[in-house]
């Protein structure tokens, strides 16, 4: 067997490099599924089968010819694959498809037609090569603007080694090998620089695909917290509830069974009364059964409010804060009874998105609760104010100079039915878990402070946006 010759080992070469190339776009379909992986796989298959023939039967394949022919076939339609392969990879439009296909199949005709005919020797048929560089670098450059810094630009650089060999070959500045085997360079590189982008683009996708989960991830944690934390919210209301009930309960046998029960022994006496003709008995009875049964009408309608003030969907609309107290506080009867101009609303009241009906009764309460425990003090003073927090909340207080609290207490006050003064003050013990419903029903929070005899300072917080109707807690 005769030694090979330089034109034989290069082709033998390019045929070892590309079934290598081959097999690796094999893989990488097989792990990726994507079609132009198998297309390139069986483009470089064909080019691999073409130059081991090359390496045997250079004599042969260097003349025009029948050989000449079939070798010109075997590579169209390498070429052919090819460029379908990289439309695909590059991810080209339709229209783009169909016509460099077209353009493709109208200049391997050409050629076929040329090499047939005598026209077109091996050296000449070359040129043809070289013709498909625009083509290619046409995809590459619509695949480097889809997917910036992606290593497209390095194989428009891989591909213009393809008509540089040719010049290069056909001024005779390289030998005979590259004269006939100039494809085996560029179409190495080629190859090489696809899988180097291959994998770069792989990288990038499951980086793109890691961090999307870390966010999936991250969004379900946030769901989860804040589910977790309704669940807290709705058994903490839950457990209010019970108290409510509990409580409800003992005024039902307390506060509202002592009333009754008077008014059923003064309706007894009035009644014997009204018998004897003792007209002035009578009337002083009527009077304490109507009070009596003004004060179980208070109680009733406090329980009712406490199981309105969470319940249903919020109706927000602009509600100017400092117009509202403007309004609401000649309607209080304690103001009447208070020092002159005691209640002293904030310039900083801010207009902002509330339920205006559920948002005056915050005030109504907290208002008065301060001008109750106030009352006697010649030097009453309560003072209205709201800060902004941050671009999305607002937080208000109500403060009075009046006799305090306990802080450590000060969680009770939020209670139905808890007090912290038990005698001398008249109410039901509802008003302040009427405000804290409210106030979360927004989305707010409530709190107190106080020390005993220096005052005492409510504040909650509203969102600047409420929420959503009909998503609203209820309890």
Same mark, same amino acid.
């Given at each position: 067997?005769p030694?090979?010759d330089?034109n034989?080992?290069?082709a033998?070469?390019?045929?070892c490099?590309h079934?290598?190339?081959a097999?690796?776009?094999l893989?990488?379909?097989?792990e990726?599924?994507?079609p132009?992986?198998w297309k390139l796989?069986v483009?470089?298959a064909?080019?691999a089968a073409i130059?081991?023939?090359?390496a045997?039967q250079?004599?042969a394949?260097?003349?025009?010819g029948?050989?000449?022919t079939?070798t010109?076939?075997w ?7 090819m460029?379908?392969?990289?439309a695909?990879y590059v991810v ?5 498809r169909?016509?460099?296909i077209?353009?493709l199949?109208?200049?391997?005709v050409?050629?076929?037609l040329a090499i ?13 090569q070289?013709a498909?560089?625009p ?11 889809r997917?910036?810094r ?7 650089v ?10 290069l070959?056909?001024?005779?500045l390289l030998?005979?090998?590259f004269?006939d085997n100039?494809g085996?360079?560029?179409q190495?590189v080629l190859g090489?620089t696809l899988?180097?982008?291959?994998l ?7 980086n793109?695909?890691?961090?999307a989960q870390?966010?999936a991830?991250?969004?379900?944690r946030r769901?989860n917290?804040?589910l977790?934390q309704?669940i807290?919210?709705?058994t903490a209301?839950?457990r209010e509830?019970i ?6 309960n ?6 509202l069974?002592g009333?009754?029960g008077?008014?059923a022994?003064? @309706?007894? !006496?009035t009644?014997?009364a009204?018998?004897e =003709? &003792?007209?002035a ?6 009077d /304490? #059964?109507a009070?009596?049964?003004?004060q179980?009408q208070a109680?009733?309608? @406090?329980l !009712? ?6 319940? =249903? &969907?919020?109706h ?5 804060t400092? /117009? #509202?107290?403007?309004?609401?506080l000649p ?6 009874r ?7 609303p ?5 207009l902002?998105q509330?339920d205006?009906?559920?948002?005056r009764q915050?005030f109504?309460?907290l208002?008065?609760?301060a001008?109750k425990?106030g009352?006697g003090?010649?030097t009453?003073r ?5 800060i902004?927090t941050?671009?999305a909340t607002w937080?208000?207080?109500v403060s009075?100079?009046?006799p305090?609290?306990d802080a ?10 808890r ?5 001398g003050?008249?109410?039901?013990g509802?008003g ?5 419903r409210?106030v979360e029903?927004?989305g ?5 402070e106080s020390?005993?005899?220096l ?11 409420p929420?959503?109707a009909g998503?609203a807690d209820t309890a």
């Amino acid at each position: 067997m005769p030694p090979l010759d330089s034109n034989a080992t290069l082709a033998l070469t390019g045929a070892c490099l590309h079934l290598a190339l081959a097999v690796l776009f094999l893989l990488t379909w097989r792990e990726l599924r994507t079609p132009w992986a198998w297309k390139l796989s069986v483009g470089f298959a064909v080019f691999a089968a073409i130059y081991t023939v090359n390496a045997w039967q250079f004599q042969a394949v260097q003349r025009a010819g029948p050989w000449l022919t079939v070798t010109a076939l075997w590579t169209s339609l390498a070429y052919i694959v090819m460029t379908s392969a990289l439309a695909d990879y590059v991810v080209a439009p339709p229209l783009w498809r169909r016509l460099l296909i077209g353009l493709l199949l109208a200049l391997i005709v050409s050629a076929m037609l040329a090499i047939s005919l005598g026209w077109l020797d091996r050296r000449g048929a070359q040129w043809f090569q070289a013709a498909l560089v625009p083509l290619w670098s046409a995809l590459f450059l619509w695949g480097a603007h889809r997917e910036p810094r992606s290593g497209h630009m390095v194989n428009i650089v891989a591909l213009l080694l393809m008509p540089l060999l040719t010049l290069l070959t056909h001024f005779g500045l390289l030998g005979p090998p590259f004269d006939d085997n100039r494809g085996v360079l560029p179409q190495t590189v080629l190859g090489i620089t696809l899988l180097t982008t291959t994998l770069l683009r792989a990288q990038r996708q499951a980086n793109q695909a890691l961090t999307a989960q870390s966010q999936a991830e991250a969004e379900l944690r946030r769901t989860n917290e804040a589910l977790e934390q309704r669940i807290e919210q709705r058994t903490a209301h839950l457990r209010e509830n019970i108290e409510l009930l509990e409580g409800f309960n003992r005024n039902v046998s307390h506060d509202l069974r002592g009333p009754l029960g008077g008014i059923a022994g003064l @309706a007894s !006496l009035t009644r014997d009364a009204v018998a004897e =003709g &003792d007209i002035a008995n009578a009337v002083q009875n009527l009077d /304490a #059964m109507a009070h009596q049964a003004t004060q179980s009408q208070a109680l009733v309608d @406090a329980l !009712l409010r406490l199981a309105r003030a969470s319940s =249903g &969907d919020l109706h927000p609309t602009g509600v100017d804060t400092r /117009a #509202m107290l403007a309004e609401l506080l000649p309607s209080l009867p304690r103001l009447a009874r208070a020092p002159v101009g005691c209640v002293t609303p904030s310039e900083r009241l801010p207009l902002l998105q509330a339920d205006p009906v559920l948002l005056r009764q915050v005030f109504v309460n907290l208002v008065d609760n301060a001008l109750k425990f106030g009352a006697g003090q010649p030097t009453l003073r309560v003072v209205v104010d709201a800060i902004r927090t941050d671009e999305a909340t607002w937080q208000f207080s109500v403060s009075d100079n009046g006799p305090g609290f306990d802080a450590q207490r000060a969680e009770g006050l939020f209670r139905p039915f808890r007090r912290q003064h038990q005698g001398g003050y008249e109410g039901s013990g509802v008003g302040l878990s009427v405000v804290r419903r409210i106030v979360e029903h927004h989305g707010g929070r409530v709190w107190a402070e106080s020390s005993p005899g220096l005052g005492a300072t409510f504040r909650f917080t509203l969102p600047a946006q409420p929420r959503a109707a009909g998503v609203a807690d209820t309890a």
